[in-house]
């Protein structure tokens, strides 16, 4: 859904008029802009170290691309194989549902992490 665009940010519930007046429709990871889906999962500066940080684990360079869909595109062209790709590939949706986690915890719970604390750092 996220990669659709389709995953409940501030900026699909706005477009819903499911935000009540008042209500920020800033990200509420870094409070900078709208929270669309491409802002929440990538362009997020919090977003973007998450992603810099599990890239730099695997000894990976990267340009964060324009989308999601270009994200996921170039995340499953790559040159690992058997266990090495299942890991990868598993990896990169494991990080969406971690930024969706973190994002709701932030929002419902005032819960705060860092980039650094996110891969030590549960739902409970």
Sequence with gaps: MAIQSKVATRSVLLGSNLILEGQSSLCPLCSLVLETPQHLFLHCLFSWG???QILEW???QWVCPESLH???RWWMDNRF???EKRLWEATF???LW???QVRNEFVFNNATVTVEQLGKW???
């Design 50 to 52: 998450v992603w810099s």
């Design 58 to 60: 695997w000894r990976v």
């Design 70 to 72: 270009n994200l996921l």
């Design 81 to 83: 194989r058997n266990l």
């Design 93 to 95: 949706f494991a990080t």
């Design 98 to 100: 971690s930024l969706w």
């Design 122 to 124: 549960s739902i409970k």
